[in-house]
């Protein structure tokens, strides 16, 4: 049964692509005298949650930053424990993807994640692949910069002359070039910054910051933001009344 506050979202406008920056594991332990890694461990639940939330919500496409490429400073046990997380959310939850038609699919440095991650990563990515009713993509050793450089590098080694570049043709060498523009970003605890994150995507994307720590976030959270997006004009540098018109057409 869909609850009251489901009922207020219009499905017609609903975000195509969710990208949430999941911060505030480590508060939320610290908060209860728990280690950082036991942050992490209920953080996953908020991930299966908002994860089968979006997709019973009918948005199409969620991008979960789960690893920064500079996430890889942190001390080495944490860093361990999130790869070790990482590896039993794919192969608990690889079944239940397939099952309920979620494709996976991971951006970042990809080949910096250990051996073993990066094959079961891989694993899901082929097993889920004809998944239609929601893509989840993880964001995994991901950097906005590096990706940057990532698709620079690419480009140059393409016959494309300096003149020809353009926006469009640029975007095809980021690692999101098979997803849409996200229409909305959702950061938890409170911080008011991008930290390295989509820097190319987000350039008109609505930003939700909330205070609620990422492992006290559930669906109830995510319908809260879509309606707080569903109630922004997007303007696109144009004037409110061109956007209206646009909107309309
Ligand atoms: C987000 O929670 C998870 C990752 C960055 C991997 P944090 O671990 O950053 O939590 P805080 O910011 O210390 O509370
Ligand atoms: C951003 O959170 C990275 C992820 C959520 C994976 P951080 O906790 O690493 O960001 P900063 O350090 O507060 O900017
Ligand atoms: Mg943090």
């Not at 070039?177 to 995507?201: A, C, H, K, V």
């Not at 990422?214 to 309606?227: D, E, G, Q, T, V």
């Amino acid at each position: 049964m869909k609850g009251k506050l489901e009922s207020l979202v219009d499905k017609n406008n609903l975000p195509a692509h969710i990208v949430i920056i999941m911060d505030g594991n480590g508060r939320w332990a610290n908060k209860k005298n728990l280690d950082r890694i036991s942050g992490h461990r209920e953080g996953m639940k908020s991930v299966r949650a908002v994860v089968q939330g979006a997709k019973d919500l009918g948005v199409k496409h969620i991008t979960l930053y789960a690893f920064s490429a500079q996430n890889w400073q942190r001390p080495k046990v944490e860093v361990n424990a999130l790869m070790e997380l990482l590896k039993q959310y794919l192969l608990r939850e690889g079944d239940k993807l397939l099952e309920n038609g979620i494709r996976l699919n991971a951006i970042g440095r990809l080949w910096e994640l250990p051996q073993d991650v990066h094959e079961v990563l891989e694993e899901t990515i082929e097993k889920t692949k004809d998944g239609k009713e929601l893509t989840l993509t993880l964001a995994l050793s991901y950097g906005g910069r590096e990706e940057i450089i990532d698709a620079v590098k690419k480009i140059s080694c393409e016959k494309i002359a300096p003149e020809d570049v353009n926006q469009t043709n640029f975007a095809r060498f980021l690692y999101t070039s098979d997803l849409p523009e996200p229409d909305l970003l959702i950061r938890t605890s409170g911080e008011m910054r991008l930290s390295n994150f989509m820097l190319w995507q987000l350039a008109y994307t609505e930003i939700y910051v909330t205070k609620t720590l990422w492992p006290n976030f559930r669906k109830r959270h995510l319908i809260k933001a879509i309606l707080n997006y569903q109630r922004r004009e997007r303007r696109f540098g144009l004037t409110g009344d061109q956007a209206k018109k646009r909107e309309v057409i």
